[in-house]
Structures are given as C-alpha cells and as structure tokens.
C-alpha cells in the first residue's frame, strides 16, 4: 500500500466514524434539537481551527524535505509547538468572547463552550500524527491510528447521548481522547523529533503558511458560511435537516483532499526536477474512474437511502445531498496541489477572495428564491469557480496546461453524464 492509498484509507476511516455516528443518534432516538446542538458544538470547533490547522500542515508537506538537515531533527517538535501555540491563542480569544458578549444560543450550549475550547486545543495539535506518519510513509501505522481512533470516536459521542442524553459527557470523552492523541504524539516526536526550540522553523514555516491559512479561511469557509446562513434563518431542527445533507458525497472530499495532500511533495519534487505531472493525472484518473459512478448510483438512490440510514424526517435533508453530489465535478480537478508545491501560497490567497464573493453573494441570493437549496446551489458555483482560476493562473504564469494534470476528455465524459443524472431525479424521482 502506498503513502497516498494510506492516506485515503485514514480519511474514509474517519469519514466512516462521523457517518457511523449521526446515524447511530438517528436510530438511537436522540431528538432533532440535540442533534442540533451537538453538530453545532462540533460546527463551532472547525470553524475557528480549519484554516490554521490546515494550512500549517499543508505547508509543512511542501517544505519538510526542502528543509536543512539540521533542521530537520527538530522540525517535527517545533510544528508541534506552533500549533499548540496558535491553538491556545484562538482558545483565549474563545474565552474572551463568549464571556464578554450575549449569543442567542441554548443554555445547553453555552454550558458546553468550555468543554469545547478544551477540546478544540487538545485536538488541533494531535491533527499533526498522521501527517508525521504520511512523511515517514509509515502506512501500516496510519491506518492503524485510524481505526483505533474512529472506533473510540464514535463511542465516546455515542453512548452518553443515547444512554442520557448527556453532551458535556460525550464532549468529556472528546477531550480524553485528544489527551491519549497528544500522548501519541509525543511518542512519535521522541522517535522522530529532537525537543529543542528553532525559532527559524517557526518563522520559515509562517511565512508559507500565513497565506495559505488565509487563503483556506477564506475559500475553506463555505460550508461554514452555509450553516452560519441557515442558522439565520432557520431553527436548530432545520440546521440539522440541512447538516445532514450538506455533507456533499463525503467519500469524494475525503480521498480528494488525501489525494491532494499526499501528492504536495511529490509535485514538489517534480518541480524540482522538471518532471511531468503524469503521476497526478494518473491517480485522479484513477479517482474518478472510482467515485464518478457511485456519485451517479447515489443519485437514483439517495430518496430511499435517506430515510432507511436516518430516520423519515432527514428525507428532506435528499435535495441538498443531492446538489453537494454535484461537488464531484471540481474536487476532482487539482491545480491547487501545484500551486501549493510551488509554495506560491499567495496566489491561493487571492483567488480565495473571488471565490468567497463569489460563494456569499450566489449562497444568500439563491437562498432567497429556492430556500436551503439555493445555499447548496451557491456553494457548487464557488468551488468550481476557484479550481477554474487556478487552472487558468498555472495556464498563464507557469505554462501548465489544465491537460498535463487533468484527464480532460473523461472529466468532460462523466460531468455529463452525472448533471444528466441529477435532472432526471430532480424532474422523475423526487416529484
């Protein structure tokens, strides 16, 4: 099994244990309310962690092999250290903010921001073990690292809110379990890291990293500015009808973004050593071979999965599901690995800053006339629309032709055949 196989392995585990869970609350009776809430305790946590999170360890896969040799005994620690530090940070400014203003929130969920913060800053920097493993090509481990930890995910958000209805316990054994995580990675630092401070690590990884990590808050925020419109308008039991089929085909954000993260240094070294991109084309060639069709099966089965993986009432949730389905059509297409391995991170920046415009002007305009579809709808057009200006910027900067790392004709092919799919649903089977 290769490093990018492993890879995708641990993202489909861990997509596996967020499934496994909502439909374990579905089936077990906890109510649509508690749901809710839970899914926005855990809505909050990404949404101030995402961008820094990931664009600290995206830029970390593009420089650790460039990095010096001196350098590289300690490289893990002080990567390590800077989450932690920026984790504890964000962690502050929570603390400062949801003691000094009022939200319309829930007793239940303002009883739960603390546990939240402590599991928010705990968890950011385990986020660091599998990358460490993927570097090393240590695969075995990773993906026994992930199903160890999808199997205690599940249990620990599970069993108290089925047996009690409990969040702060389910948030508790959250927070157990990032300690055990930490404790893991302390043990791979020990095995693969000095423990000395290198305040140049820190400095040469913030500055690739900073505008990656603004870039991704801004392009990386759309499902967050999707919840944060629905949540507007809508009550807590429509934002979980709405999360539950806001979850695109998770599959294929999953092994894209493994994909994605796992090809970073290898395209840098092609660069390097001007070589072609063949093994990018190949391998989303590959993916889409995979994921086209079962996106396509999904389609004509999603209307009578929902209701028997979930519940009746999450049979509204098909519409959304559907449209995120669409997803697959610009997931699929990766210049932004290029532009990554370039370590031009401010290119992603900029074309961030269309895209987001892009994203909530279409999101609430198109809510306004077909309701939380429109927001699904307004998501599709923002994605496509940043793989679009990559695409073009490495065309006209970089002489890169979209055909060199993109399998043209049979992404064409298959788009087709997918959005012909999607009408005949919306037309034939949901009416």
Known sequence: MTSTQGLQLFQILRFIGILFTGIVLAKGGVSSDLIGTYEKIIFISGLVSFFWVSGILNSTLSSYHQV??????????????????????VALCMLFVFSNITFNFSALLMESIPYLIAYMLLNNTAYLNEHILLLKEKVTSLVVYGITVTIASVLVVAIPLISSSDIVTSLKGLIILAILKNLYLFFLLGKYSSFEIDTKIWKSQLTIALPLVFGLLISGSADY????????????????IFRYGAKEFPLV????????????????QAIRGNSSFDMLKTESSKLMNLLFPISIALLLTSS???????????AASVPIFNIYILLIVSRLIFPQTIVIAFQETGVIFRIALIE??????????LMQQFGMEGVAWGTVIAFMSE????????????????????PIKKL????LILIFTYIFVENFVLT
Not at 304 to 314: A, D, H, K, L, Q
């Open 253 to 268: 954000l999953l092994l894209a973004n493994a994909l994605s993260t796992s090809m970073i240094p290898k395209v840098s």
């Open 225 to 240: 500015i999707d919840g944060f419109l629905i949540s507007m308008k809508y009550n807590s039991g429509d934002f979980a």
């Open 387 to 406: 793989k679009l200006l990559l695409s073009f910027y490495l065309f006209r900067y970089k002489g890169i032709s979209p055909n060199a790392y993109i």
């Open 412 to 415: 064409v092919t298959l788009s």
């Open 68 to 89: 010096e040799e001196n350098q590289q005994k300690n490289y893990f620690f002080n990567i390590a250290c800077l989450l932690f530090s920026i984790g504890a940070i």
């Open 356 to 365: 987001i415009s892009i994203n909530i002007i279409c999101s609430y305009f």
């Open 304 to 314: 009578w999965i929902y209701p028997i993986v979930f519940r009746s009432e999450f």
